[in-house]
């Protein structure tokens, strides 16, 4: 059964600090690897996408990694600001021969970042 | 700029009602989704459309009706509403297969 397991599941940070945040999955065949941001009443909006050859991907003040060979992600946030302060989701997709890329998602990982 | 609106921010409804959750995305995009969000639980594939008046099952399809009559609007009906289906309601497009799925801003459904 295809998972996504994210850790930890909330997090405090102080303003200005930073922070990494965990995503382990076991999605097959694999296709791509999202990080989404979702404010509070909001829906997500993707940070960064990474495909099987990407190990890095920066966006701004986020970094994503991938190991395909561990099947883990992290999405690490650099000098955090209030406007941090979310919900982190990672979706994996994987890869199918019909018109749909099915997606998987964790549960997410809920940041306070605190002033 | 890709554009996906909900009919609502917030509904109650009662038990036993029908209601019906609308989504529209102004891009023009092949696949709709909706999903619901649980504490806990994360994002849960209710239905999705990969083009108009096709519909498959998601992992969690009971007690939802869907449709697409237009490429542009997809609806998501509760027959007969209950109270488990309490949550927040996200519809998704995305423009086909392995293309980014953007998310509207969600329906918070309360069912007393």
């Known amino acids: 059964k295809n998972q996504v397991e994210q850790s930890p599941q909330s997090l405090i940070i102080l303003e200005g600090k930073n922070c990494t945040l965990q995503c382990n999955y076991t999605v097959s065949p694999f296709s791509n690897l999202r990080w989404y941001k979702q404010d509070t009443g909001r829906g997500p909006v993707s940070l960064t996408i990474?495909?099987?050859?990407?190990n890095t991907k920066s966006n701004g003040r986020y970094t994503a990694t991938l190991d395909a060979d561990t099947k883990q992600s992290s999405l690490h946030i650099t000098a955090s600001q209030l406007s941090d302060s979310a919900s982190y989701i990672c979706v994996v997709s994987a890869a199918k021969n019909n018109a749909g890329n099915m997606l998987t998602f964790g549960g997410g990982t809920r940041l306070m970042v605190k002033p | 700029d890709v554009k996906v609106t909900q009919s609502s921010r917030y509904l109650v409804k009662r038990t036993g009602e029908k209601v019906f959750l609308e989504c529209v995305q102004d891009?023009?995009?092949?696949?709709m989704f909706w999903y619901r969000q649980d504490p806990g639980l994360g994002l849960r594939l209710i239905y999705f459309?990969?083009?108009?008046?096709?519909?498959e099952k998601g992992d969690i399809p009971e007690g939802y009706s869907v449709s697409r009559e237009k490429k542009e609007r997809f609806s998501l009906i509760l027959e007969s509403a209950s109270t488990n289906q309490t949550s927040m309601y996200l519809c998704?497009?995305?423009?086909?297969?392995?293309?980014?799925?953007?998310f509207g801003p969600g329906t918070r459904l309360t069912v007393t």
């Open positions: 891009m023009d995009h092949e696949n």
């Open positions: 459309s990969y083009d108009v008046k096709m519909k």
């Open positions: 990474m495909t099987f050859s990407e």
């Open positions: 998704a497009s995305r423009r086909g297969r392995g293309y980014e799925q953007y």
